[in-house]
């Protein structure tokens, strides 16, 4: 019953409880058939997409991203790759040198609205369409397309016979109208990176060589006489239906073992993996786990909403998509977890709440890296006391190297991927763990639970999450929001000194970064006693709740470099002054941060 009103509800959310009177977005819906001849590699297909234009625009033009042609030399990916000096090794030089057979290609014909062709241009991955009857707003519209492709000999992410040997990962496959919201369109080439895309509603049937076996995004649904499909001699027929999605992925094997479990409310996760006795225990093993992360999920952001979730081996390592994971399968038990943990959740951030991810990668891929963190710490029972250290010792180097560009740096535009990697995930995680330490861990979980409330099925942006956060936690955070993802502003503190007197302490600090925090001070006494003390920012107009035996010292302002207070030591001797014990906040200097009095 839950799942049948989360479904209800996912398919009605759009007109319903919007998070603001003049929040809008738009729809596609999209009916699709395709034919796939696996002798020759390539497919065709026919396509229609229903288009809902709910913004107060009238729309003159559109755009459709052509992905596969990004697998071709001479692209912006391929160009991309052998110019920027830390190419990604999956990439490298090799779109440079692909043969005809071996190239990426997605071409669309016949493209009509409302049954009247239109002319375009195609300009790499992008067919840029200039309407003569303009799109109104509230206007539903129909496009109708042709289209056919070659799958790329497998590359990045999409392609034919992976490193694994699956046969097909078929991911950014179809034509796929642009995403529009009020900062207009989001026509992005496809040079590596990211996606977005308007929530719809999907149905696909793929005719296949009948020896292949088909996972992918959306329910298999029951087609002729078979279960799923129809069969003749040379295809067979799958047929599945997403709602409220925003994607569609599949991959296809003649090897593939597929593999259920139950979870949740009559819900199903779905396994498909090769047949190879190098890997079925450990597929087999992983079955269980992703039960309990897909629980975890539920418990620390909000239900699962759709009736399934598939993990499938394919791709190039590990890449989600709508309802379903591709993931290289040949690893080490803790790497499959690790993977599996990390793709899962980003079934909530990214898939469910649906950011922008060229603009504000940080938001997907930074909070799936804190709360899949937090979930195989306790999934696997590693009970490690600090599970995102790796997070802040990278963004720690990071930093170092100089190679740092703020986090509203379009994810095409780093200069190096290393900087891009360490911004998006590392100092994405700490967004969320440091703000755990700046409005008190219980204010963040409620925090992350509301903005899935608010936002499900929803294009999200910084904003949106930083205002439900200052809502749940009644303080000010915008200077947060402000210095940690549009600068490269750094938190530095440091203990300046330490004076003792016979029945009393001074101690002065000093603000040597930019970027301003809230601190907790940590005095420990020769007789290993402690005393903790948090200085709030005045900047934030409150604090967070005081932790246990905590005692509360008065604000810091920002522009003040220096901050002293004194409090009573009753004759003990001090040992050592420390900032920040919980290590939650990512001063960029943790060697100043402590004082040891000698």
């Known amino acids: ?54 913004s107060p625009d009238t729309l003159k033009k559109v755009f459709f991203h052509l992905y596969f042609n990004a697998f071709q030399p001479g692209s912006e990916m391929d160009i991309r790759s052998l110019s920027i000096r830390d190419a990604d090794k999956r990439v490298g030089d090799r779109i440079s040198k692909l043969k005809p057979n071996e190239i990426g290609y997605l071409e669309i014909d016949n493209l009509r609205l409302n049954g009247k062709k239109l002319n375009f241009e195609v300009k790499g991955t992008i067919a840029e369409v200039a309407l003569e009857e303009f799109i109104l707003p509230n206007q539903q519209v129909n496009f109708q397309l042709d289209f056919k492709g070659q799958i790329p000999k497998q590359i990045r992410r999409s392609g034919r016979n992976n490193s694994e040997g699956v046969a097909y990962s078929m991911t950014q496959w179809f034509p ?58 040379n295809k067979k027929t799958w047929h599945f239906k997403g709602e409220n999605i925003h994607d569609f992925a599949w991959a296809a094997d003649p090897d593939f073992i597929h593999d259920t479990v139950a979870f949740g409310d009559n819900q199903q996760l779905h396994f498909y993996y090769q047949n190879n006795p190098k890997i079925i225990d450990n597929w087999k093993k992983l079955q269980p786990v992703a039960v309990a992360l897909m629980n975890y999920y539920e418990t620390h952001i909000g239900p699962y909403p759709y009736p399934q979730y598939s993990i499938i081996q394919g791709g190039d390592g590990g890449m989600e998509y709508a309802m379903c994971t591709l993931i290289t399968g040949e690893r080490k038990f803790e790497s499959l977890v690790g993977v599996t943990a990390h793709e899962m959740a980003h079934a909530w951030f990214q898939h469910i709440l649906a950011t922008d991810e060229a603009n504000h990668e940080w938001m997907d891929e930074g909070f799936t890296t804190y709360i899949s ?64 330490e700046i409005i008190g861990q219980e204010a963040l979980s409620k925090t992350l639970k509301q903005y899935y409330n608010q936002w499900k ?142």
């Open 176 to 233: 796929k109208i642009a995403g529009y919201d009020e900062r207009g369109w989001h026509a992005n080439p496809y040079i590596g990176r990211e996606f977005f895309s308007p929530f719809g509603n999907y149905d696909v049937k793929i005719d296949i060589d009948p020896s292949y076996i088909v996972g992918g995004t959306g329910v298999l649904q029951p087609f002729g006489s078979v279960q799923g499909s129809t069969t003749n001699e």
């Open 1 to 54: 019953m839950r799942l049948c009103l989360l479904y209800i509800l996912s398919i009605t959310s759009i007109c319903l409880a919007q998070p603001n009177p003049s929040y809008w977005q738009q729809q596609a819906d999209y009916t699709m058939e395709v034919k796939v001849d696996v002798e020759k590699h390539q497919y065709q297909g026919k396509e229609e997409i229903k288009y809902t234009n709910n």
């Open 457 to 598: 099925f929803k294009h999200p942006k910084p904003n949106d999450f930083i205002r439900v956060a200052e809502k749940v936690s009644g303080v000010e955070l915008d200077w947060y929001l402000q210095d940690w993802t549009t600068t490269t502003n750094t938190i530095d503190y440091a203990v300046d000194s330490v004076t003792q007197e016979k029945k009393s302490i001074k101690i002065s600090l000093v603000r040597k970064g930019l970027m301003p925090a809230p601190l907790t001070v940590t005095i420990t006494y020769a007789d290993k006693s402690t005393e903790s003390y948090l200085i709030p920012l005045r900047i934030m107009r409150g604090s967070r709740p005081l932790q246990p035996k905590e005692k509360l010292l008065p604000d810091w302002a920002w522009a003040y470099p220096t901050y002293s207070f004194e409090i009573p030591t009753k004759k003990r001797k001090i040992k050592e002054v420390k900032l920040n014990a919980s290590g939650k906040i990512a001063d960029i200097d943790i060697k100043n941060d402590v004082f040891e009095v000698k």
């Open 373 to 436: 963190t937090l979930a195989e710490n306790e999934v696997s029972k590693t009970f490690n006391t600090y599970p995102l250290e790796g997070s802040y010792n990278g963004y720690r180097q990071l930093v170092a190297s100089g190679a740092e560009q703020p986090q509203t740096t379009h994810a095409d535009r780093y200069k190096y991927n290393y900087a891009y990697g360490v911004s998006a995930y590392s100092k994405g995680a700490i967004f969320l763990s440091q703000l755990g």
